[in-house]
């Protein structure tokens, strides 16, 4: 328990400590004083005397009660709820342009995406990444859903796909400081993150990242380490279909096997979404973690509440034993 005015509580235990130690001094002296005149209560007198006590001790446990309520106590209380950060990963490669998706993958992604962004609450700060080769920042994390909405909205194709550099630019997003893989694909340290998510919508079509040593599975341990959960969302089918890349014919296929190691490997989970009935589902498919915090919890008006009580009691006990208010 906190107080936000100590001095006003040390103030208050002092009175309450001084009137007690003036109750006790009273209290013998009436003892003292009836004893030499050989004076013993008993009956009636004795339950008087005993209700006085107790009216008195009543009245000053009240004073000190009340002297906790001023100084502002509080509790500090574990709240569940659903915070923290979501970084939508997008892929916006030109095998996002098949239409094994109707009416393309990259189209229901993005709605599927902006479905997801308005089903989370006001506690979740999101940001968007757009991924071709090399990730590219799109909006920050922020608590205005509505501009992470916009910047998925604006999301056109074009370019490769590195998954490697998609994690790693959501992971700069969550930490706001750029994140790469050591020499040798060695795991950088960046901090613990529990309440940050990614989401990755991609069909796992994956090419390398800027660097020989970083790699979707390496990108992946960097958020394992971290604490950050990736959800993957595959967007295609695994017919596939060919699409038109810079005047050539391509075969595409959704990549399951990529989508799901990645997620598997950070504690996430995979979701499929081989048409756009599926994608619109994965708003609520996909679950957040809770975050638990502290929060203040003001006591002060149960300490009244009882502070009132005692000073009622010692008051009702000493008119009706003494028949004095004092």
């Not at 009137?19 to 001094?25: K, Q």
């Not at 194709?157 to 050591?182: E, F, K, Q, Y």
């Amino acid at each position: 328990m906190s107080f936000a005015d100590p001095v006003l509580l040390a103030v208050g235990l002092l009175v309450a400590v001084a009137l007690a130690w003036a109750a006790v001094v009273v209290a013998r002296r009436r003892a003292a004083a009836l004893a030499a005149a050989g004076v013993t209560p008993s009956g009636r007198g004795g339950r008087r005397e005993r209700g006085r006590t107790a009216g008195v001790w009543c009245t000053i446990a009240g004073v000190a009660v009340l002297a906790i309520a001023v100084a502002g106590p509080a509790a500090s209380v574990p709240v569940s709820h659903a915070s923290g950060t979501v970084i939508i990963a997008m892929d916006v490669s030109g095998s996002m342009t098949a239409t094994d998706v109707t009416p393309n993958r990259l189209v229901a992604a993005k709605q599927a995406a902006v479905s997801f962004i308005n089903a989370q609450p006001s506690s979740v700060d999101i940001g968007v990444v757009a991924f071709q080769r090399g990730g590219l920042e799109a909006a920050l994390p922020t608590a205005d859903h509505a501009t992470a909405a916009a910047a998925v909205r604006r999301l056109a194709p074009g370019g490769g796909t590195s998954l490697a550099d998609a994690i790693l630019a959501s992971l700069a997003a969550i930490t706001h400081r750029t994140v790469v893989l050591g020499r040798n694909g060695s795991v950088p340290a960046i901090g613990f993150w529990p309440s940050a998510t990614i989401v990755l919508f991609s069909d796992g079509q994956d090419e390398a990242g800027g660097g020989g040593d970083t790699t979707a599975a390496g990108a992946a341990a960097v958020a394992q380490k971290a604490g950050v959960h990736i959800d993957t969302v595959g967007v295609g089918t695994a017919a596939g279909t060919t699409v038109d890349v810079d005047g050539y014919h391509l075969f595409t296929a959704l990549n399951e096997a990529t989508l799901k190691s990645i997620s598997r490997a950070t504690g996430g989970a995979y979701h499929p979404a081989s048409d756009a009935s599926q994608l619109n589902g994965i708003a609520s498919s996909i679950n957040l973690r809770l975050t638990v915090t502290n929060q203040p919890l003001p006591l002060a008006g149960a300490f009244i509440a009882l502070a009132i009580a005692l000073l009622v009691a010692g008051a009702v006990l000493t008119v009706t034993r003494t028949g004095r208010v004092v």
